[in-house]
């Protein structure tokens, strides 16, 4: 998002990033209620579970770089690249990527996602584990690029972690047609992809590349949340527009 | 949750690679579940620290910590 939150660039909005406009993320949200200093109301219909929010006919997107996606039982890390940089609205189902549109959209909504359980080690992360989630701990990401400068290619994504003051490399996965690694590459997540029988818009929309190129110019976003629209059962068209963030804003 | 610590999609068989995502039920996750279950949840995010890579692993800080939770409820920054 913009560090402004969109206050600069369209003059219509004057509340800016202190009072939350500006969000987007790789999901194309269209729950967000204005957007490129615009009321989201064209096609507006209200959601089923919960009378603050809905879906308008536009979405904010952008790319998303998941950094820490956990809680106590589980966790991933995923880069989600789009096609365009910086903050774009969709107008249209094709470009937000809705419903059966999903892999036509303009980000991943998917990402390349590293997860431990999910890559073959059980025994990974949680309570009493190798990483012990019930103590504190740091996490530790390497964005690696091609030439080893900040301008080169994003090629790699590592992950540490530090707990009781010793260096814990990120679990080796363990799947059959995937190379025992424990980072994120293209080839990682084409080998995934395929695997997993999964579509890869990931490459589609540009891969750790584009990924890359939007990480030059992001803000950081933490958020408590859960899942609204992706755990109640609730007809896959409104399970689509995936997860309700409760989103801290970007304080200047 | 389902995507990140249970089954997912929903309708996939379990056993297939990939499907699995952790142990958790997938009725656990639902909002309402957990909010009931879990109403003074919170996260600490502290340290926050950004740098090329460098050989003694220090980088400089350049946010304190920011405190998230329970539900509904605001945020400490500091």
Redesign the interface.
Known sequence: MAEDGGLSKFPTNKAGAKYGTGYCDSQCPRDIKFINGEANVGSWGGSPNDPNSGFGSFGACCAEMDIWEANHDATAYTPHPCKVQGPTRCENPADCGVGDARYQGLCDKDGCDFNAFRMGNKDFYGTGKAVDSSKPFTIVTQFVTADGTDTGALVQINRFYVQNGKVIPNSVTSVAGIDAVNHISDSFCQQQKTAFGDTNHFASVGGLKAMGGSLKNMVLVLSIWDDQYVDEPLPPVERESARLLTTAPYQQ | ?????SHFPADAEPT?????????D?LD????T??AAHPD???I?S??KVS??RPDGRAPVL?GS?Q??A?NST?A?H
Not at chain 2, 1 to 5: E, P, R, S, V
Not at chain 2, 16 to 24: D, E, F, W
Request: aromatic share 12%.
């Open positions: 949750m389902n995507w990140l610590d297939k690679p990939g499907v699995a995502r952790g142990r958790c997938p996750g639902v909002p309402k957990v909010e949840a919170y996260v995010y340290n926050i090329r890579p946010t920011v998230l939770g539900i945020f920054a």
